[in-house]
């Protein structure tokens, strides 16, 4: 028997939230980059002159010290709030609700998402409905460690049971796997600064009326490049993240459900119809089963490969027809 195995669910958990102090390293480490450009921005402002003993090492090391504790502790508060309420938002964002058992289609997801829980030996999932036309389903676990499945009205209405099931298969494949809680955090993380660097949008406000008004510039648009740069970075590693996982994820729901031919049939009408859950972050795009899109066009190249969320969905049906 494999060692390394994680023997249940909550292993699985503790695992990934170990992986995630990283990214809670990553964090550190922007807000001491950013909030030193803020005091260098300030220096810079006021002149030299304003601290005299500036360049001394003693009032260096105070300064990299408060720098190091103030980026510590907003690291915390950002960090435990993309934990604490970043599934929660998301659900909102998109009017996720849970199951109308009156509703028949409602009532075969709730069964199908249990069938498929006790298939995969997970302790509990909540099932969400997402209420848009479009084909699509996501995973992800919410504060309190249960884990999620959402899809959308449209698949309930266009796939079978056994295309239901095979969703089901691939997302509870990625809660089993991990997949879920650490794409779920990222994603979050990655949204809060996208909001940031948008509220720190420069304003177009002519240079006059900057002086006229006090507001300097420099300051603004250096922190707004310092957020720009790590929203990026968090969004490339949600993306390759994504991409590695969603191969792993059809495999592996293929053996829980036993039919592939199966899960490539509901990935292929995905494909024949829109896959838009709404205007929403783009930032969320990981989390999905196909990438949130309004056309089915796909591109094979190096900058789709590194942008994109999602492997070419002709490719994941391929590899599962085969």
């Known amino acids: 028997m494999d060692r390394k195995r994680p023997r249940d669910f909550y292993e699985i958990q503790k695992r990934q939230w170990r992986r995630s102090i990283p990214l809670f390293a990553v964090l550190i480490l ?46 915390v508060f950002h960090y435990y709030d993309a934990r604490k309420f970043g599934a929660a938002y998301i659900l909102k964002r998109l009017e996720a609700r849970q199951p109308d058992l009156s509703d028949r289609y409602h009532k075969q997801l709730a069964d199908t998402v249990e069938e498929m829980r006790i298939a995969s030996g997970l302790p509990e999932v909540r099932p969400y409905v ?53 794409v779920t955090l990222v994603c979050s993380l990655a949204n809060s600064l996208e909001k940031l660097r948008a509220a720190l949008e420069p304003e177009d406000i ?52 036993r039919s592939p031919v199966t899960l490539a049939r509901a990935l292929y009408k995905a494909h024949l119809k829109n896959t838009f859950v709404g205007d929403f972050s783009l930032t969320y795009s990981p989390l999905f089963i196909v990438a949130p899109a309004l056309s089915s066009d796909e591109e094979e190249g190096f900058w789709s490969r590194l942008f994109n969320s999602h492997p070419p969905l002709m490719k994941r049906i391929k590899l599962l027809a085969q």
């Open 30 to 75: 922007f807000y001491f980059l950013a909030i030193g450009i803020i005091v260098l921005a300030a220096f810079l402002s006021v002149g030299f002159l304003a601290v005299p003993n500036f360049l001394s090492g003693h009032f260096l090391t105070r300064l990299l010290l408060g720098v190091l504790a103030a980026a510590v502790l907003i690291a």
């Open 130 to 182: 997402i209420p848009s036309f479009s084909i699509n389903s996501m995973a992800l676990v919410e504060a309190d460690g249960t884990p999620a499945v959402a899809v959308t009205e449209g698949l309930l209405a266009d796939c079978t049971r056994d295309e239901m099931q095979a969703v089901a298969g691939h997302e509870l494949a990625h809660i089993s796997r991990g997949d879920a809680f650490y």
């Open 206 to 257: 002519p240079a006059e009326d900057r002086m006229e008004s006090g507001r300097g510039g420099a300051p603004p648009i250096l922190i707004y490049g310092a957020v720009t740069l790590t929203s990026l970075v968090m969004h490339l590693l949600s993306m390759l993240l994504s991409r590695e996982r969603e191969i792993l994820a059809d495999a592996a729901a293929s053996e829980i459900g």
